[in-house]
């Protein structure tokens, strides 16, 4: 979750009151933000990506505002003569564009740096990293009305970006400025420019603006400009930051137009209309709220509210509320100004039975019968490595083949998922050669390899693996616990003679019953005992515990 | 000289001196336990017996095996991050910025700046500063280190040594790459006298019988005979019981309770198709969960078949524009390519949303309680691999104060009765809430979040009635209820913690 450092006193400002610490935590669990730290006057608040209009102290003093009873100003909007001409030339690099003007805010040093970093964090999470959004801030007095958006080669493009001293040309900002350097790659050989009349530069979206039309402190009037792929996606930031900026005691907030090669369009400032009913409203949360209750709740959550008639009223919802798709996300509004701890839980009685996986009861027999033989149960990860499950064991590379490998480990130990659980018995083991002996251990748990034929070419069966190590152990040894084991789910198993890289030869089989091969039994092979720096001999079994139930038609369906 | 007096012993006894006898040095008590195949706790008490009677001198000396941590073994193979560091410097031309060094180095920070504190300290690399930046430079060549040299030794297997003070062991011990055990050896030897009385047969081997066997006892012998007494005293060999895991345990209590509250157990898929993973919970497919970084993409076969294509329409629509659902949509191009992508399932929600498409028919109580798979570096407070126990509730006229009944009653269940609960997001509920549980030692936890599946989750699947859910991140629970602080510990690689692990500590009444 994003996190925003915010000034208590700025936001005391704001809201023209202070708060006691305790005060301020109740009311920011109404905007689902939390405080994770204050430090002198700087609190670090952790915030919800939902609510990206609640990542900046304007936008939460908002919030707050008709929760301790104050009223929020309703800011006009109007039309501004500001035009935006997008270039055919840009279409096909980064087409969509919006902007808005907010009018008569004076710009300071607190204003200048909340709103720089409530951009940043923008960018970071909605805007994914400016790939999908990019914003700028212009202060309009030094630019015309009339503004160009289209696209040239880098290396025709010249301006002073933000923060340096010189003019330089577009190629060398990416090459040669933090900030080309780490968005270049977003564009190609052609970056979109946004410039006057005059030929004054804005920005090179999204990777810089010019340090001609920057913000500074004693600007009033600010132009907004945001570009990516999608219109709608780029309006919704844009009046995001209008409405945030503009609670800085703007006198309006105005709307440019964007005059595309095929259409000319003024990205509105509107609020979206939604109809809701008192029905949807108390059957959804199990309360019972008037028409008015519902009302005064939506109010406290700055939606302006008209009441049609006792079961329905419309809700206008600020623009700057992106995340509100659908009806049910204003429910959740009217359930949040009610108060979440208000709510009495109630538990319904639905009169049904409970089943576990009918594959539990062959597992717990399982795990019954090994305990009582002395074995110890451990747990292993599902992921592993192919070092441990084929290399280590003496496997041909080949079999790589059926194994799911990830494409983005996140360390060599953890890499893909098992096919088999001895190689975990044996590097569990490693870790324990110090441990008092016989060391005799078992797990239970599922195994996943590729299959071609299930929809998500995979298939994962339960087993059980155990092995025993000590001084001297024996194939006998296992396979008394093995047999024992079966025999007790009136299994009648046989062992085949087996030839497997793993296990010594002649001391190695397969166990089949039902003429069915459920697992293989042996004593390993000295070489891949040595692979996991173990000392002693080692003899172990692995039995499919899916294939048993399908013998025993126990059912295997888990959905 | 003192004539001495006959001295009468049992059969172990007499083993043990005459093995001593033959022998010019002390014998270690451990060979002694295997020659004569007595267990060294019999063994033990009886040399105690014997020093006691002025026979043996045991002499007791203490000596420190070193023994290779899973970071040592790690860095045995990779090298220590020292030497990490210096290798990345060296192949990025040998030198270097902080900033090349966090991409470069396969390590998370806070082990990087540790490894340029160590290579700075060894005069292996130096920090310059280069007009307005920091820059590492790496001597051409250097010299394996001390404790390098000691690390490859311990991989080929544990060293035993004399308890001295060595600084590279230190430095070994103090960096958790090896840990360090006491262990005490005893040497056995005979004293004068008893090197005496053995030269003049003056050790009678005793009549007495330390067993008494099923032949005794059924010719009569037993009347007769004479049997030794034991030092019942004496402590007995360790043996180890076959034992649950504990956090199997804890699973099963869990699994119990919603069993008693009449919820059905599902699972799903491991490896899982991103559709029912992200795009039926209705999870936009640039969502950022659904990036590289926060799930584990299959590498081959990297995509999987999408079987309902009726289905694919409609989430396809839902996504695009609201379809019927009375949403707006999230506006943007759907791809069933992207829905296809195979991933390690990140959350256990793929199995409800499964279950419902199955099952459409009120009253439905379903519950899932696995694994799921997220890109982390496993360390005390991440894991790659983890349980969710995920539920449903589907019914006519569920509402939202019944979700919070639930989660009550679900944790009263567990022994929780102190709960809370805060509004907060989840993609695919609305509305959505965060249930904190209060724990006498950790304070509020949040743990229990929940929220009613939202209308662009249900209409695709045809579900015409409210659906409660729920998917609780079961491993915090059982660590504050097992008392554990690494989540290491729950897929714990040491038995003996295993072994010891206090019975009661993995079945308290939660």
């Not at chain 1, 309703?74 to 907010?102: M, Q």
């Not at chain 2, 590498?299 to 707006?328: A, C, F, M, Y």
Request: hydrophobic letters at 40%; a neutral charge.
């Amino acid at each position: 979750m994003p996190t925003i450092n915010i000034d208590i006193i700025d936001l005391f400002n704001l809201l023209e009151t202070s708060l006691s610490e305790e005060q301020l935590r109740e009311l920011l669990e109404y905007t689902k933000c939390e405080i994770k730290e204050i430090k002198g006057t700087t609190a670090t608040l952790e915030v919800n990506a939902d609510r990206p209009d609640l990542f900046s102290v304007e936008g939460l003093a908002r919030a707050i505002r008709p929760l301790i009873g104050k009223k929020n100003k309703l800011i006009p909007t109007k039309h501004s003569n500001y035009k935006i001409i997008v270039e055919p030339s840009v279409l096909e690099v980064r087409p969509a564009i919006a902007a808005f003007i907010v009018k008569g805010v004076k710009i300071n040093d607190t204003i200048l740096s909340q709103t720089f970093q409530f951009q940043e964090k923008l960018h970071e999470t909605l805007c994914r990293n400016r790939k999908k959004g990019s914003i700028g801030l212009y202060d309009i007095s030094k630019i015309t009305t009339t503004i160009k958006y289209k696209a040239l080669p880098l290396t025709e493009i010249k301006f002073r970006p933000l923060d340096q001293q010189i003019i330089m040309r577009g190629d060398e900002i990416i090459k040669n400025t933090d900030k080309g350097l780490k968005y270049g790659s977003l564009i190609g050989n052609k970056a979109p420019l946004l410039i006057d009349e005059n030929g004054t530069v804005l920005s090179m979206p999204p990777i810089i603006n010019s340090e001609d039309t920057r913000l500074t402190v004693g600007t009033k009037d600010v132009l907004i400009d945001v570009t990516g792929f999608d219109r709608e996606f780029v309006t919704n930031v844009g009046r995001i930051i209008a409405y945030n900026l503009a609670e800085r005691g703007a006198t309006h907030i105005e709307s440019v137009t964007i005059e595309y090669p095929d259409i000319t369009y003024i990205p509105s400032l509107e609020y979206q209309q939604i109809k809701l009913s008192k029905e949807l409203i108390n059957n959804t949360l199990g309360l019972h709220l008037s028409i008015r209750s519902i009302a005064k709740l939506l109010k406290k959550m700055n939606h302006i509210i008209t009441i049609k008639n006792n079961n329905e009223l419309l809700v206008e919802v600020p623009p700057y509320r992106v995340d509100v798709l659908h009806p049910i996300d204003l429910v959740e509004d009217v359930a949040i100004a009610y108060g979440y701890m208000k709510i009495n839980p109630t538990y319904p009685l639905i009169n049904t039975k409970g089943h576990e996986l009918p594959i539990r009861s062959l597992e717990k027999g399982i795990r019954e019968i090994m305990i009582g033989l002395g074995f110890q149960e451990i747990l292993n990860y599902m992921m592993t490595s192919p070092k441990i499950q084929l290399e280590n064991m003496l496997l041909p590379e080949s079999e790589i083949t059926n194994i799911i490998e990830v494409e983005n480990p996140m360390s060599d130990e953890y890499t893909s998922l098992r096919i088999w659980l001895i190689p975990g018995l044996l590097n569990f083991l490693s870790f324990n050669v110090d441990a008092p002996y016989p060391q005799k251990i078992f797990e239970i748990g599922y195994t996943v390899q590729r299959n071609p034929q299930s929809p998500n070419l995979t298939l994962q069966e339960m087993k059980i693996a155990a092995a025993h190590t000590e001084y001297a152990v024996s194939y006998e040894q296992i396979q008394a616990v093995a047999y024992a084991l079966l025999k007790t789910f009136e299994l009648d198993p046989q062992f085949e003679p087996l030839e497997h890289p793993s296990f010594l030869n002649g001391r190695a089989a397969e166990i089949i019953t039902n003429n069915k091969k459920i697992g293989i039994i042996g004593e390993l092979h000295p070489k891949v005992l040595l692979n996991f720096r173990l000392r002693m001999p080692t003899a172990a079994f692995e039995i499919n515990i899916t294939k048993i139930a399908e013998i025993l038609k126990i059912p295997t369906e888990t959905i | 000289m003192i004539p001495l007096n006959k001295i009468t012993v049992n059969d172990i006894e007499y083993s043990i001196l005459y093995e001593l006898r033959s022998s010019y040095e002390p014998i270690d008590a451990q060979f002694l336990s295997k020659k004569l195949g007595i267990p060294i706790s019999t063994l033990m008490s009886t040399l105690e017996a014997l020093k006691e009677r002025g026979l043996i001198t045991i002499n007791v000396q203490e000596l420190y095996i070193y023994k290779l941590t899973q970071e040592g073994i790690l860095y045995s193979e990779k090298g220590l991050p020292e030497r990490q560091i210096y290798n990345a410097i060296i192949s990025l031309g040998g030198s270097a910025t902080m900033e090349q060094l966090l991409n470069t180095v396969a390590l998370p920070k806070n082990l990087i700046e540790l490894g340029i504190g160590h290579a700075r300290k060894l005069g292996w690399i130096t920090l310059k500063q280069e007009s307005d930046k920091f820059v590492l430079k790496a001597l051409p060549q250097i010299v394996e280190s001390n404790l390098e040299q000691l690390i490859q030794k311990l991989s080929r297997g544990p060293l035993t040594v004399r308890p001295v003070e060595d600084i590279t062991f230190q430095e070994l011990v103090r960096r958790k790459l090896a840990e360090r055990k006491v262990i005490k050896t005893y040497k056995i030897s005979l004293t004068d006298t008893g090197k005496q009385l053995l030269d003049q047969g003056l050790i009678i081997l005793s009549t007495e019988k330390s067993t008494l066997t099923s032949d005794d006892i059924l010719s009569g012998r037993w009347t007769t005979l004479s049997l030794k007494s034991y030092n019942v005293k004496a402590l007995p060999p360790i043996i180890y019981p076959g034992r649950k895991h504990p956090y199997i345990s804890f699973l099963e209590e869990v699994r119990k309770i919603l069993l008693e509250m009449g919820f059905s157990e599902a699972e799903g898929f491991f490896v899982e198709q991103e559709f029912w993973n992200f795009d039926v919970l209705f999870q936009a497919q640039d969502h950022p969960a659904r990036e590289i970084h926060d799930s584990y993409r299959v590498k081959q076969p990297s995509l999987g078949t999408l079987e309902d294509s009726e289905l694919v329409e409609k989430v396809r629509n839902t996504h695009e524009s609201g379809w019927i659902t009375g949403s707006r949509g999230w506006r943007y191009k759907w791809s069933a390519e992207i829905a296809r992508r195979l991933i390690l399932r990140t959350q256990t929600t793929s199995v409800s949303v499964r279950y419902l498409y199955k099952h459409k028919n009120p009253p439905i109580k379903m519950f899932a309680l696995s694994r799921v798979f997220r890109p982390d570096v496993l360390d005390p407070t991440h894991s790659m691999e983890f349980h969710q126990c995920e539920g449903i509730v589907m019914d006519k006229n569920l509402t939202f104060r019944d979700l919070l009944g639930f989660l009550k009653e679900f944790s009263n269940r567990l022994g929780i009765t102190k709960i809370k609960f805060k509004p907060s997001y989840f993609p695919f509920t609305e509305p959505s809430v965060e249930g904190y549980i209060y724990h006498e030692k950790l304070g509020w936890i949040e743990a229990l979040p929940g929220g009613m599946f939202r209308p662009e989750v249900l209409a695709p699947l045809d579900i015409k009635y409210p659906v409660l859910a729920w998917g609780i991140g079961i491993d915090r629970l059982a660590m504050a209820v097992l008392g554990i602080n690494d989540i290491r510990e729950l897929f714990t690689r040491d038995l003996s913690y295993l072994r010891n692990f206090p019975w009661l500590r993995s079945h308290a009444n939660y």
